[in-house]
């Protein structure tokens, strides 16, 4: 057991921290405020490897590993959470849906390179207005005509939605068998019959496109119809397992950007004739924030490395995605508290990462289905 990053996992956190601090930091407030999400920094963290990270080097991929990918989320997420979830997507469950599902050679090779690369963006199609925690309950149907398959149904809450090329769907190939009957599809945005609905008005994480995805009569190739049928809801899980990696490092990152920062206020404010941060309460706080802070971090990277060491990692994803945006939603509200009302202005930064943090204990499964997860692996 070794607790330091590699010389390489490290200049990897460094050319993040560089990335945010160069490319997301300016701009982010209006971001928040317009919803605009920062395109061209996107297509750049593609050309740096960043979205590829953990896939190998022949997908357009770095050929390394969940770590070192959860440190790259961690470090753009203290600045900008809108980023870090719409790179996560695109990385865990865009390219989860087709990394999971037993895709051919050819498949991988047409659908995983161009979002890798960061030359469009991905998304991922599961949930459904009457699909949400119960997953398996998706009523879009793809059912097959000739070559190609006929796409009916509507996917809500899709991050990326709005600006997607590819967006994973999963459909219903055998309806009569629920869940047992889901498989994956990507499926091109720019084919007839799909379209992006409603585009929704968030608390946070505003700078993240978030839309409905209507396929209406929409014919997809076989070819994109990514494992056998009827495996999909297993894909989905598996994937869903690395999204949480995903939304435990933009968590973790939450935290601790909005703890830099209170630090840094506690120190420099005085009241009453010395800096706030003498006093022993807001000392015993932040002591109290910086242990839970790593402590959630031990656990995430922990989960980051049972995955790339091929161990089962299913409840120490759940773990991870529970404590660090658990920890994400306390540290970002005692941020704001600690720097007091300018903590709660728009230009402290402070309050849009308590916003952002809101949505991290409910996508991918809410932390309710994460101790779920846990709990029925106690009871077996
Ligand atoms: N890996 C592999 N297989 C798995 C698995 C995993 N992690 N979890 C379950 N399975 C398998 C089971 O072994 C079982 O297989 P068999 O039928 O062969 O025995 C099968 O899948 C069914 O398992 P369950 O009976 O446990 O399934 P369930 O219907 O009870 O659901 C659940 C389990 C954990 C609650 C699941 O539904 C779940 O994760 N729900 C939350 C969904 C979620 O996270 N949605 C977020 C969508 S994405 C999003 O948030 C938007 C965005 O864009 C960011």
Redesign the pocket.
């Known amino acids: 057991m070794d607790f330091e990053l590699s010389e390489k996992q490290k200049e990897i956190q460094k050319t993040a921290k560089q990335f945010a601090e160069e490319e997301l930091l300016p701009g982010v407030i209006e971001r928040d405020e317009k919803e605009e999400f920062p395109i061209d920094a996107f297509h750049k963290a593609g050309e740096l490897g960043f979205i590829g990270i953990p896939y190998p080097k022949e997908y357009g991929g770095q050929g390394l590993g969940y770590l070192e990918y959860a440190i790259a989320v961690e470090e753009m997420s203290k600045i900008d959470g809108s980023f870090g979830?719409a790179y996560s997507?695109c990385t865990s469950?865009y390219g989860g849906s087709i990394w999971y599902s037993d895709a051919t050679e050819e498949q991988k090779k047409a659908f995983l390179p161009p979002v890798l690369k960061g030359e469009v963006m991905g998304?991922?199609g599961?949930?459904e207005p009457e699909a949400?925690?119960?997953?398996?309950g998706c009523l879009t149907t793809a059912i097959k005509d000739g070559d190609d398959y006929i796409l009916n149904g509507l996917k809500c809450?899709?991050?990326n939605g709005p600006l997607a090329k590819y967006t994973a769907i999963y459909a219903l190939t055998q309806p009569e068998k629920k869940?047992?009957g889901l498989t994956c599809f990507i499926v091109d945005r720019d084919l007839p019959g799909v379209r992006t609905g409603k585009r929704e008005n968030k608390m946070g994480i505003r700078a993240a496109q978030v839309s409905e995805v209507i396929l209406d009569d929409c014919r997809v190739p076989a070819f994109g119809k990514v494992g056998n049928d009827g495996n999909g809801?297993?894909t989905a899980?598996?994937t869903?397992?690395c999204?949480r990696i995903g939304v435990a490092a933009q968590g973790l990152g939450l935290a601790e950007g909005a703890f830099d920062r209170a630090l840094a206020y506690v120190k420099q404010r005085e009241q009453f004739g010395k800096p706030i941060g003498q006093n022993q309460y807001i000392q015993f706080k932040m002591a109290e924030l910086k242990m839970k802070i790593e402590a959630a971090k031990l656990v995430l990277y922990r989960a980051a490395v049972h995955h790339d060491q091929g161990i089962p990692f299913?409840q120490d994803a759940a773990m991870a995605k529970y404590m660090c945006t658990n920890t994400a939603m306390e540290v970002t509200q005692w941020a704001v508290q600690f720097m007091g009302g300018n903590g709660y202005m728009r230009e402290y930064h402070v309050e849009r990462m308590m916003r952002d943090a809101k949505i991290t204990q409910i996508?991918?499964?809410t932390n309710e289905?994460q101790q779920?997860?846990v709990g029925n692996a106690l009871m077996k």
């Open positions: 979830i997507v469950l998304s991922f599961l949930t949400g925690s119960d997953a398996g809450f899709n991050t869940s047992k809801f297993k899980m598996k869903l397992d999204g299913t996508y991918e499964g289905i779920l997860i």
